[in-house]
């Protein structure tokens, strides 16, 4: 396996943090905006956009976000760059509580947080001419650049593959691809320490995507940057990411290493999201039965579901999966999942086997042979388990729905 | 179905000298060009293919590089009546089922549009009427070929949502465009294209504004629905991945013309056109190892007012310097056989190329 240029150990970073350290820490983070009504604009409800995560990004590294649209990926990126105000939970960056820090607090942090935008049409201002837009966080943060502003500008310009010429154009004079550039390097202006790119290439055609991707890598091993990259599209964040959150419903169900992830992933919605990309292959194309179809939508986040959110899709639903919530936790080093019946790993409620209704109709979109698939993977990863800890029993948690243990979990089937 | 196309030959007689083809929808030299202030905006210049019933063409390109347009020709919404602001020009010939469309009487053409070629947009919100309960909008297009009355056509509504995969199809007909999600919206554009079982179905980025999930139901249901109806089906798309799934023949799209054009297999394993490199060398892709760096393709796409001379791709390509005479700067390559039903527009030589991709590009991916 090849070693990504990003990791590599000759990554410089700016500041304080060694490469490595822990840039930012979130815990329990929560944003929740509430619905109004009425006369009296009375609150009666919320949309639990982000509903309580903790994660943390280390210095030089690179870590992808990826869900569907409504999981909540993007308020994420605007709470931990702070333009918006959290709920509740702690946002640190280099180790100082910055969760509720006011306009004057946040300004000298601007400098080491920047963030790249999805639309390269709608964040770039039309009246200025991309000399100012990019020269702006040093007029905002009142420095001035060895050899002056416009000097830096046109460095930028040139670090950023844009001809420094173009100093005196308008945004509209540019390609979409060429905006993105620019908004990179307003975001590069400051040195920032942390990057947060907000679906930084979906906006943008493939060829020039792949060129906008290969200057994000580069960027980061020359000035040895930090990246938080929020994207839906699964091959992208594989690409860039070191490790990488898998988000649904507010919540992170998965968060790993890029290897472990992609090689064995573990909650089943992480597995069902990757079996959806249509691979650019067409010896593949009967090859359906790999696929594993999700039913429906996702639930609404005014109402999330009780117990792990995504029981009402899931094919491994079981009765602890609507009461208890599973919590985050490390399963292997390195990778840590939220689920009661993980993917390619020992169960973690083998007790309970009763697979809800809903479960069996999913099951039903799911091909045999992917069931029996992981059946084998979590039997032979249990098995493995039950024999380093020599425990006697049977620890398989295949057993068959008729099978169903009945004292703990009574079938409740609606 | 029949008895249009019987009404129709007659309005559809050839006007050229070419005699009428024997595929089901034949595109023989198709051009729109729009007049604007800046200069003739060359959308298609010069595009040519044939499709069966029950087979899939896959068209990809670039945004700009005439795939929509191409579409929207087909179905004759081009068309510069004399109410139409839009002047486009258009040139070549259309065939569907041996009618001619681009000469044909607009009248024949609307009475085509939505019974024998069907479309599905890109974006189902602004494709749906909001003021109109999806049934409305399905009865009317059902009752527009179809002399029921409302009733029968709404049972019919019913029937097709609940084939698309809607849950409560007799509940949901009556609801909104706006209380349905993306996917859903998506489901019942298809619903209201299959109503009159079209014989050729046009899908314009059909699953670009919808979720990775939603995308796989979206493909797997026009992919059954191709089976159960035998139709022709264009997809549009600049997703290789989605091309992959469904297409049995694949057509890329370059500055309004086509660079190469194919059986899937081949355009994927023995592409011979630049271009096709370059668009799957810069894909990052699940199904692979890691690969250490994407390879993009250099610069932006072409101006359409301003198409290079030559070869279109040439100042990007990277092998422009290679063919004598400076012939990728002068002389518009045309598509020439590079295998069987496999053809590329390219002036390197096939075995240049067959060289390039086995040694230098396949390689790397």
Known sequence: MSIPAQSEGTVITKGDAAPGEILLKVSGLQKHFPIRKGLLQRQVGAVRAVDGIDFEVRAGETLGVVGESGCGKSTMGRLITRLLEPTAGTVEFEGKDITHLGVSGMRPLRRDVQMIFQDPYSSLNPRHTIGTIIGAPFRLQGVTPEGGIKKEVQRLLSVVGLNPEHYNRYPHEFSGGQRQRIGIARALALNPKLVVADEPVSALDVSIQAQVVNLLDDLQQELGLTYVIIAHDLSVVRHVSDRIAVMYLGKIVELADRESLYKAPMHPYTKALMSAVPIPDPRRKNAKSERILLKGDVPSPISPPSGCRFHTRCWKATQICTTTEPPLIELKPGQRVACHHPENFEDQAPQDTVLLSVAKEAAELVSDEVLAESAETSAAVAAEVAAEVEVAEDAAPEASEDEASEDEAPAKEK | ?365
């Not at chain 2, 056509?153 to 609801?175: C, F, H, N, T, Y």
């Not at chain 2, 400076?326 to 030589?349: F, N």
């Open chain 2, 1 to 365: 179905m029949t008895e249009l196309s019987k009404t129709g030959a007659a309005v559809g007689e050839p006007t050229g000298t070419s005699p009428a083809p024997t595929a089901f929808l034949e595109v023989r030299d198709l051009k729109v060009h729009f007049p604007t202030d800046d200069g003739l905006v060359k959308s298609v210049d010069g595009l040519s293919f044939q499709l069966e019933k029950g087979k899939t063409l896959g068209i990809v390109g670039e945004s700009g590089s005439g795939k929509s347009v191409t579409s929207l020709g087909i179905m004759g919404l081009h068309t510069a009546g004399q109410y139409g602001r839009r002047k486009a020009q258009i040139s070549g010939e259309i065939w569907l089922d041996g009618t001619e469309l681009l000469s044909a009487d607009p009248d024949q053409v609307r009475r085509l549009r939505g019974r024998e070629m069907a479309m599905i947009f890109q974006d189902p919100l602004s494709a749906l009427h909001p003021y109109f309960t999806i049934g409305h909008q399905i009865v009317e297009a059902y009752r527009v070929h179809h002399n029921v009355d409302k009733k029968v056509a709404k049972r019919r509504a019913v029937e097709m949502l609940d084939r698309v995969g809607i849950p409560q199809p007799d509940k949901r007909v009556d609801s909104y465009p706006h209380e349905f999600s993306g996917g859903m919206r998506q489901r019942a554009m298809i619903a209201m294209a299959l109503v009159n079982n079209p014989e050729l179905l046009i899908a314009d980025e059909p699953t670009t504004a919808l979720d990775v999930t939603v995308q796989a139901q979206i493909l797997d249901l026009i992919r059954d629905l191709q089976k159960e109806f035998g139709s022709a089906v264009i997809i549009i798309t600049h997703d290789l991945g989605v091309v992959a799934e469904l297409s049995d023949d694949i057509l890329v799209m370059y500055g309004g013309r086509c660079v190469e054009r194919g059986p899937a297999e081949k355009v994927f394993y023995e592409p011979r056109h630049p271009y096709t490199w370059g668009l799957l060398g810069s894909m990052p892709r699940l199904d692979r190892e890691q690969q250490e760096r994407l390879i993009p393709v250099k610069g932006s796409p072409p101006s359409l007012i301003n198409i290079p001379s030559g070869c279109a791709f040439n100042p990007r390509c990277p092998y422009a310097d290679i063919p004598k005479d400076d012939l990728t700067r002068t002389v518009r390559p045309e598509l020439a056989e590079v295998g069987s039903q496999h053809w590329a527009a390219c002036h390197m030589t096939t075995e240049q190329r067959e060289r390039i991709w086995t040694e230098e590009i396949a390689p790397k991916l």
